[in-house]
């Protein structure tokens, strides 16, 4: 795919993280999806509880590793945080996931979700998160041209 913009920032702490992610977390409208890509520890979880905050959910943002998702109300969306590291039964949950991403009153935000590719849209968002020392996160971010706005407040 062409054009794909990409943010870059250089964590140094995870409540840098927090903020990185609170900021995207405002400025979303709804209807995007977001995939996290890291190994356990990277921040994933972290990242999905900043995002909560910015947009403007009150709601304790947990690991939903047993659960397979969690839903956070938001002033704008709900929103839907899966983690499928465990996940088996695939059928059932891609046919769930289509169903929230075609809703533009969710926002899907996806820990390994290599699994369930299938029922994620291509212009998501892509967020990678390397992990770079004890308290170090490169987080790379991957905007596909539809997503520009989220950028434009920068
Ligand atoms: P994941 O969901 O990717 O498995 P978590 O968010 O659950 O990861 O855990 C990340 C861990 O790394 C937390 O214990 C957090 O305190 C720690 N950490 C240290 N530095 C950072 C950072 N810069 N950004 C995010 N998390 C960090
Ligand atoms: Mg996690």
């Known amino acids: 795919m062409t054009n794909i913009e990409l943010v870059e920032f250089d964590s140094v702490s995870q409540n840098d993280t927090e903020l990185f992610a609170q900021r995207l977390g405002g400025r979303l409208r709804g ?86 590719d299938r029922a994620i849209p ?3 968002v892509r967020i990678v998160i390397n992990v770079t020392g004890e308290d170090t996160r490169q987080i790379r971010m991957e905007l596909n041209p539809d997503y520009t706005y989220v950028k434009d407040a920068e």
């Open 31 to 116: 209807g995007e999806v977001i995939e996290l890509i890291g190994d356990v520890g990277a921040g994933k979880t972290t990242f999905v509880r900043g995002f909560a905050k910015g947009a403007g959910s009150a709601d304790r943002v947990s690991s939903p590793t047993f659960t397979v998702s969690n839903v956070y109300q938001a002033k704008k969306f709900e929103i839907h945080h899966y983690d499928f590291y465990r996940l088996e039964d695939y059928v059932v949950i891609e046919n769930e996931l289509a169903e929230v991403v075609s809703d533009n009153h969710n926002v899907a935000i996806l820990e390994w979700a290599q699994a369930v």
């Open 122 to 124: 291509d212009n998501h």
